[in-house]
């Protein structure tokens, strides 16, 4: 079984920076895309950033130019590294993967458990 776990969440002053890391076990043959959402108190569910297996990224509008997605396929893992935090990027961070387990196996989503990221003002 696939297991994804992220790391490195806490509690930042504003304009501080925390390095988001998710791992990412078990029975994996290939990944494509890999991103980060992140689930704010009160609001929806948004995407933060994604990256592809080649390394093309995308954004969400709020943290371009402050977060940068990174990954290594050597380890089966993908980096957030935010920065110029402010008290809006506050929320539950979830790593997600599309991942195969086999040669002929079809492509599936797993997700991590999240992580709490706390920015005070």
């Known amino acids: 079984q696939v297991q994804l776990v992220e790391s490195g969440g806490g509690l930042v002053q504003a304009g501080g920076s925390l390095r988001l890391s998710c791992a990412a076990s078990?029975?994996?043959?290939?990944?494509?895309?890999m991103g980060w959402d992140r689930q704010a108190p009160g609001k929806q569910r948004e995407l933060v950033a994604s990256?592809?297996?080649?390394?093309?990224?995308t954004y969400a509008d709020s943290v371009k130019g402050r977060f940068a997605i990174s990954r290594d396929n050597t380890k089966n893992a993908m980096y957030l590294q935010m920065n110029n935090l402010k008290p809006e990027d506050t929320g539950v961070y979830y790593c997600?993967?599309?991942?195969?387990?086999?040669?002929?196996?079809?492509?599936?989503?797993?997700w991590g458990q999240g992580i709490q990221v706390t920015v005070s003002s």
């Open positions: 997600y993967a599309d991942i195969k387990d086999g040669i002929y196996a079809t492509w599936q989503v797993f």
């Open positions: 078990g029975k994996i043959f290939n990944i494509g895309v």
């Open positions: 990256i592809t297996s080649a390394g093309s990224t």
